[in-house]
């Protein structure tokens, strides 16, 4: 297990994380350049393991909120999170003892490892989704009655910041939070979901931080021993591809803070020239979501759906996708967590307005010990 990110750990953990976002959870290249430069002012970022935290610990959950295109246009400020943070504490009247991961996928596994340097505070070897999700309810941390998104706070690049109080329900902290990250300018810095040690335990996917590293791992090696790297990252991940081929069209718009839209990948000729080729379509909203072979549904949310590119097996964000980009398509066990009847009411196919049920994918090592 993890128990610290030095600067050789920024690398696989950006892969790793990468991969997991599913296409969101924004882009961790400009992320990890910030990591990387608060490690060397600050010195390695302590992990700690989520079953060691005192039950009485106060644990806030942190990340960025909004739209993965606008992060292009609009960089970070940088301490967004921690003063998101910092505005919670003084809404609490009481300290902070450690920084959980709302999301493993994507840049948001690297917000609170850089929140964590600049507070001096740990930063919990889990997460609440073991992959990414677009709206706050999506979260292991909501699958029950004790736990509750607000209050929260945000802050965004400028000098505005927010508290939220209380809200009706989560689904109103979503739609609340989601209007403030518009006015923001479509991303924001968002710090809540407070709960205790014990209950941070209980509720959380354990171990994802350590995860994604090792999936950077075995990234590297396969490159270095000229392995095929898709095929060596759905082993790790009990996975499989579903298909290698071309980005042939792209539909991609921001609106009401996310980025949503539809991708075609069709697949390399086949041997006997008179069988078509086979066709992926992935429809998206920051994270992809389904994918549809040949017109059959393969994979459904919260199964995740990964796009690396061939060669390399380098995580491609949605608004990084481009047409005649060359990837591979791969389909990933969700964590077991996410899997219930009660998770499956707020992540599952039907709560994105698909008609198909969800089919689980067999196998799987996000969030099982």
Not at 25 to 52: H, N
Not at 54 to 73: C, K, Q
Not at 216 to 240: K, M, Y
Request: glycine share 12%; with cysteine; proline share 6%.
């Amino acid at each position: 297990m993890l128990k610290q990110v030095t600067l050789d750990g920024i690398e696989p953990l950006a892969i790793g994380a990468g991969i997991l976002g599913t296409g969101g959870g924004g882009d961790p290249y400009m992320d990890s350049l910030q990591l990387r430069s608060e490690i060397q002012a600050r010195g390695p970022q302590m992990v700690v393991d989520p079953q060691v935290l005192a039950d009485d610990a106060t644990i806030v959950i942190v990340g960025y909120i909004g739209a993965p295109t606008a992060s292009i246009e609009k960089i970070q400020e940088g301490t967004e999170l921690m003063r998101s943070v910092r505005l919670m504490e003084k809404h609490l009247n009481k300290s902070v003892d450690a920084i959980g991961i709302a999301e493993i996928g994507g840049g948001n596994s690297m917000g609170p490892l850089i929140t964590g340097l600049q507070m001096g505070l740990p930063t919990v070897d889990a997460d609440g989704m073991g992959r990414a999700f677009p709206e706050l309810p999506m979260t292991t941390f909501l699958f029950n009655d004790e736990i509750h998104a607000a209050p929260f706070a945000m802050a965004d690049a400028g000098e505005n910041a927010i508290v939220v109080p209380q809200t009706v329900n989560d689904e109103w902290a979503e739609r609340i939070a989601r209007t403030i990250t518009v006015s923001m300018g479509a991303t924001a810095g968002l710090a809540g979901f407070v709960m205790t040690g014990a209950q941070f335990r209980q509720y959380c996917i354990p171990h994802t931080l350590t995860l994604a590293w090792q999936i950077g791992q075995h990234v590297l090696e396969a490159r270095r021993q000229g392995a095929d790297v898709p095929d060596a990252i759905a082993s790790t991940l009990h996975g499989r591809v579903l298909l290698r081929g071309k980005i042939s069209d792209i539909k991609r718009r921001t609106t009401e803070g996310f980025a949503k839209g539809t991708i075609t990948i069709d697949g390399y000729d086949r041997a006997d020239s008179n069988t078509e080729v086979d066709r992926l379509h992935i429809e998206f909203q920051n994270e992809f979501l389904i994918a549809y072979l040949n017109g059959e549904a393969q994979v459904t949310v919260p199964d995740l759906i990964c796009i690396v590119t061939e060669e390399e097996g380098e995580p491609v964000a949605t608004e990084l996708l481009r047409y005649g980009m060359r990837v591979a398509v791969l389909g990933v066990p969700a964590p077991p967590q996410l899997k219930t009847e009660r998770a499956l009411s707020v992540v599952g196919p039907q709560a994105f307005g698909y008609r198909e049920k969800f089919a689980p994918l067999p196998g799987g090592v996000i969030g099982v010990e």
